[in-house]
């Protein structure tokens, strides 16, 4: 079948919309007709080779969209369904077993090598394989996943705005509620408020973190933060002593934080910040930079946790579903990050992302 998809072919070259070729689903997959695919910072990487997905490839991996065929294998999903779209996971490895499927021995490979599990690629043109992305490329009008990262959701939804539930969204509100998991009376620290941040602030009013403290270098962003959730309240760039800031405003510092940016200066502070015995969780996608940290005095000495998290360490098939009937009791409005772009906006979708004009840009097909 032919279909509409944004091809990249060069490192960092815009996106071209392109007829590309899809075959159809085997198995334990389900080919979805997409209505929209959140513009994610992950796509970028992949676009600029910082993660090096083999090219040409089909990226998007925040997809949503309308079910309309079934593998003969497929049990649970049927043509019809609202799905969202997230990274995939075998279901057999230890980490899926142990219900961490997001560290799944498969999850890599399917995500960044541009092939499925078993290898083969389903887009095509004039007989050359394009690359996957995530096991769904779902910057396209159609897009294959598998049964076990097709997951559905309610339709009295709109489903344009659910597919960020797949990746960013689930990441920043996972960390906090799977992992960081702070009592009532907590404080929180969140280092970045973009979509992930500003998801995890949500979470963390939701798990009744008190103070919740967002830092971020854009005042707007600081304001948002503000609007879903935060008490306080720090612009990074203006503010002389950050991490004395956040000890004063904490009573001693912060019992967990969480680092969305990747930069070793934030990552420190986000550290140092802690009281004693606290925990810092990075969720950046930071590739294989260096950091230098001072482990007496930031980690070993006084007790603290650093430890990264992948996708909030969730598990989507009941995660999403949770963040969806949240969104649903107004305790969770995820909107209010979003923007909707057509899908022939793609390339300034990307600009808006990474000028800060945009928090969540989404594509509409």
């Not at 990487?45 to 910082?50: F, K, M, P």
């Not at 689930?170 to 969140?190: D, F, I, W, Y």
């Not at 990074?236 to 510092?253: A, F, H, P, Y």
Request: charged share 25%; hydrophobic share 40%.
């Amino acid at each position: 079948m032919k279909i509409k998809a944004a091809v990249v072919r060069k490192p960092g070259a815009p996106f071209r919309i392109e007829e590309v070729e899809i075959a159809k689903p085997k198995e334990t997959e389900v080919l979805v007709r997409m209505i929209a695919c959140g513009v994610c910072h992950t796509d970028a990487v992949a676009r600029d080779q910082e993660m090096p997905v083999p090219l040409p490839a089909v990226l998007g991996h925040e997809g949503s969209g309308i079910v309309e065929e079934v593998g003969s294998r497929v049990r649970d999903i049927k043509p019809g369904d609202h799905v969202v779209l997230t990274v995939y996971s075998c279901g057999r490895c230890e980490a899926c077993m142990t219900g961490h499927p997001s560290q799944c021995e498969w999850a890599f490979p399917t995500s960044f090598l541009g092939a499925y599990e078993d290898g083969t690629k389903r887009l095509s043109k004039d007989g050359v394989e394009l690359s996957t992305f995530f096991a769904q490329a779902s910057f396209a009008t159609y897009a294959i996943a598998d049964e076990r990262n097709a997951i559905k959701i309610d339709k009295d939804v709109d489903l344009s705005l659910m597919g960020p539930l797949g990746c960013g969204i689930q990441t920043g509100a996972g960390t906090v509620m799977n992992k960081l998991k702070p009592e009532p009376g907590s404080a929180v620290v969140v280092f970045g408020c973009g979509a992930v941040g500003l998801s995890a602030i949500m979470a963390a009013k939701i798990m009744g973190a008190d103070p919740i403290i967002g830092v971020d270098a854009v005042d707007s962003r600081l304001e948002l933060a503000k609007e879903l959730g935060a008490h306080i309240v720090f612009n990074g760039k203006k503010e002389k002593d950050l991490v004395t800031s956040i000890q004063e405003v904490t009573g001693g510092g912060a019992d967990c934080s969480l680092d969305t940016t990747g930069v070793e200066t934030l990552v420190n502070q986000a550290l140092f910040c802690l009281k004693p015995l606290g925990t810092c969780a990075i969720v950046a996608s930071s590739g294989d930079r260096e950091f230098k940290i001072p482990l007496q005095n930031a980690i070993m000495g006084v007790g603290k946790t650093l430890m990264g998290v992948v996708e909030g360490d969730a598990i989507p098939k009941l995660f999403i579903p949770k963040l969806v009937k949240l969104y649903k009791q107004g305790a969770f409005p995820l909107d209010k990050l979003v923007q909707f772009y057509d899908f022939e906006e793609i390339n300034q979708a990307f600009e808006d992302s990474k000028s800060g004009k945009t928090i969540k840009p989404i594509l509409r097909f």
